[in-house]
């Protein structure tokens, strides 16, 4: 079973900055597959992007292609998602997920963090 622990979320001004990131650990940790996901209120957890231990499996939300960066440090059993260019719209609960497969990670995981919210507005 892995366990994750999202980071780093707050308030920021449209344009701005954040860097999430998610500490995972348990057995064979390094197995899964990694994303992030978010819930905006009143819609549904959206995928935002994915990545393995290794670099590879990487994509993204076509929304935050560009802005966003997936990226994963094993030593530190850390992933993170800086967040570049910021816009209201990218104001949501975001949430670390794990799974054995990308497909299985794509339909959400199974496994996910408790989530950091991100605010956007100025």
């Known amino acids: 079973q892995v366990q994750l622990v999202e980071s780093g979320g707050g308030p920021v001004q449209p344009g701005g900055s954040l860097k999430l990131s998610c500490a995972a650990s348990g057995p064979f940790f390094d197995s899964y597959v990694m994303g992030w996901f978010r819930q905006a209120p009143g819609k549904a957890r959206d995928f935002v992007a994915s990545i393995s231990w290794a670099g590879g499996s990487i994509d993204y939300q076509e929304s935050v292609k560009g802005r966003f960066t997936i990226s994963a440090d094993i030593e530190k059993r850390t992933i993170y998602l800086q967040m570049n260019a910021l816009k209201p719209e990218d104001a949501a609960v975001y949430y670390c997920?794990?799974?054995?497969?990308?497909?299985?990670?794509?339909?959400?995981?199974?496994?996910g963090g408790r989530g950091t919210q991100v605010t956007v507005s100025s």
């Open positions: 997920a794990a799974d054995l497969t990308v497909y299985g990670l794509r339909k959400g995981g199974s496994y």
